[in-house]
């Protein structure tokens, strides 16, 4: 099904549109191809103030992404580390399409899992095709990085990604590493056949919502048998990585 890609600007914001739109459209066709279609007609990104969104690049409703003007569109010099970044924002808000929007967890702890670690592990994909030969490295290692810092502050010690609630070092960090590391483990066709196989299951399901319990046996289903304790250890248990 075509899907009409949009970017909404002021005229004088013109440096990175192409890359967000190459962004968008390397995001739908990779998406589409590795967990279905696109669910909505059209997908818009609009040029947003940033007021009253501190720290937030950007957000993902259905079928439009607001693009707040602090997460790029007020960059004003070419520089290779914003086509990355902008490139990376995109891609992950796409992914929220298809988690978070057609796989709607119960909110439950753990639920992080299923939007924000499956939507950033999901993008790596997408930039893996776009920069072969850097970004997803780069970012990789953000991702620990973050996850390392955010577990040194923890007082009482970390939650594992089973029972995650507000830790965006773990949403953003853990959760993704993990994944990503299990879809080299497992094999990236039988991963992603599962995360599709998940989506069929539970797209725009009414109550009861996934959670990740339903996420862990989907990913141990295409694992070998040998994998499924450390499946098992790596969401339910409190591993450093």
Do not use: C
């Amino acid at each position: 099904m075509p899907v009409d890609l949009e970017i909404y600007h002021l005229p004088y914001f013109t440096l990175y549109v192409e890359v967000i739109m190459t962004a968008m459209k390397s995001s739908v066709q990779t998406f589409s191809e590795l967990y279905g279609h696109y669910p909505f007609g059209v997908l818009r990104i609009i040029q947003t103030p940033s007021y009253g969104a501190r720290d937030i690049a950007a957000q993902a409703y259905s079928g439009t992404v607001p693009f707040y003007e602090d997460g790029g569109w007020l960059q004003i010099i070419e520089n290779r580390k914003w086509v990355d970044d902008l490139s990376h924002i995109t891609a992950h808000e796409v992914a929220h399409m298809w988690w978070g929007h057609q796989v709607r967890p119960s909110a439950r702890p753990g639920a992080r899992v299923l939007t924000e670690g499956l939507a950033e592990m999901s993008s790596w994909i997408v930039l893996k095709n776009l920069f072969p030969n850097d970004s997803t490295f780069s970012y990789f290692h953000d991702a620990a990085s973050a996850y390392s810092t955010g577990r040194g502050k923890e007082k009482t010690g970390e939650p594992t990604l089973s029972t995650l609630e507000g830790e965006d070092y773990l949403a953003y960090g853990k959760a993704p590493i993990v994944l990503d590391s299990l879809r080299t483990a497992i094999g990236p066709n039988a991963f992603d056949a599962a995360l599709r196989s998940f989506i069929e299951t539970h797209g725009f399901a009414d109550r009861p919502y996934p959670n990740v319990q339903d996420l862990i046996g989907s990913i141990k289903q295409a694992a070998k048998p040998e994998l499924h304790s450390v499946i098992d250890q790596l969401f339910n248990a409190r591993t450093t990585w």
